[in-house]
């Protein structure tokens, strides 16, 4: 097992291959279990799934070891595991795996709740392990990039579009906790700054929970932010547009376009730009991330106080449904990733 962090919040660096197990064996954690069984000086131990459909379809695409509990992959020895499971199940997987000194990661969004989330999030710091949160669009190269080009830019507006057809795989939540999540987070990340403003229209079109959901917020910064997402669109689009004093920036975050509109003149002339956007599988990245945080001791790239955060505003969308509301301001630190 790898060391954990002593009571000066020091890890030791890891020896040998880190053992990493994967619970769930639906699509993303099947996903899991195939990125890390690639990943250099890691151990893919196997994946837990009860579902013994789940398990064969899991070793025939991985070619790992299946166990039916947690028990029995905890028994085989694990330093880490990743948690694709349903979401109303994080909470006492993450308890048990953290009681056992066991680093995680949990898939968006942390918890059914934010006060379980913050469970988890206290659990995991009392125990010294690293806990990151499967916020995944933050690795996608076409983010990375407008990320760099806003840097020290002064916002003005964000506005964010997430569509695509009825998942047949969600039953327990709607587009706000399923896809919006994604956007909450981004705004935040993007603009260093709380949401303190949020107007929330929803509605549920076809599916018993809500399908649609325009989110309009305002951040302590004075940044206007803007989602649109639902599950009725027949094809997938993702796109965010960024205006700044100086900037427009368009980016596909299906086709990892980003486009940078600049030198903006009084006869409405302007400039335009492709910018350069690398390839990386993003959930590649980000596991990635999440082992170099277990060996280096170094806060992940996505926090569970992070991840907390933007639960309690998409929560907090559902709660206010069409009518307005003030979300108070935070105070919490946040550690922005360049």
């Known amino acids: 097992m790898v060391s954990k962090g002593s009571a000066s919040g020091v890890t030791a660096e890891a020896k040998g291959a880190l053992r990493i197990g994967v619970i769930g064996a639906g699509i993303m954690g099947s996903n899991h279990a195939r990125v890390l069984a690639g990943l250099p000086d890691t151990t893919l131990v196997g994946i837990v799934d009860p579902l013994p459909e789940h398990r064969a379809r899991a070793t025939e695409f991985v070619g790992c070891r299946a166990f039916a509990t947690l028990d029995e992959l905890i028994a085989e020895g694990v330093d880490a595991v990743t948690i694709a499971a349903p979401t109303h199940l994080h909470h006492e997987?993450?308890?048990?795996?953290?009681?056992?000194?066991?680093?995680?990661?949990?898939?968006?969004?942390?918890?059914?709740?934010?006060?379980?989330?913050?469970?988890?999030?206290?659990?995991?710091?009392?125990?010294?392990v690293t806990l990151m949160v499967g916020h995944v669009e933050r690795f996608n190269p076409a983010v990375a990039a407008i990320k760099q080009a806003i840097s020290g830019e002064d916002i003005l507006s964000i506005a964010i579009t997430r569509v695509g057809p009825f998942p047949p795989r969600m039953s327990n939540v709607g587009v706000v906790i399923d896809l919006a999540v994604h956007d909450i987070d981004l705004i935040r990340w993007f603009?260093?700054?709380?949401?303190?403003e949020i107007q929330p229209q929803t509605s549920s079109a076809v599916a018993e929970r809500e399908d649609i959901a325009l989110l309009q917020f305002r951040t302590a910064s004075g940044v206007l932010a803007h989602i649109n997402t639902n599950w009725?669109?027949?094809?997938?689009?993702?796109?965010?547009?960024?205006?700044?004093?100086?900037?427009?920036?368009?980016?596909?975050?299906?086709?990892?376009?980003v486009t940078e509109c600049f030198g903006f003149q009084p006869d409405g002339s302007y400039s335009m730009r492709h910018l350069s956007v690398g390839y990386a599988e993003p959930l590649r990245s980000e596991l990635i991330a999440f082992v170099n945080a277990?060996?280096?001791?170094?806060?992940?790239?996505?926090?569970?106080?992070?991840?907390?955060?933007?639960?309690?505003?998409?929560?907090?969308?559902?709660?206010?449904?069409?009518?307005?509301?003030?979300?108070?301001?935070?105070?919490?630190?946040r550690r922005v990733v360049g």
Do not use: W
Not at 191 to 196: G, M, Q
Not at 302 to 308: F, K, L, N, P
């Open 191 to 196: 603009t260093d700054s709380e949401i303190v």
């Open 232 to 257: 009725l669109t027949p094809f997938k689009a993702r796109t965010i547009h960024i205006a700044t004093r100086d900037k427009y920036l368009i980016g596909d975050l299906l086709t990892l376009q």
């Open 93 to 128: 997987i993450a308890l048990a795996c953290v009681a056992r000194n066991i680093h995680i990661l949990v898939e968006k969004p942390i918890a059914s709740s934010v006060e379980e989330g913050q469970e988890i999030v206290a659990a995991a710091r009392r125990a010294g």
């Open 294 to 333: 277990i060996r280096s001791g170094e806060t992940p790239a996505v926090t569970g106080e992070e991840a907390v955060a933007s639960l309690e505003i998409a929560t907090r969308c559902l709660e206010a449904r069409a009518t307005p509301a003030m979300v108070a301001q935070r105070q919490a630190p």
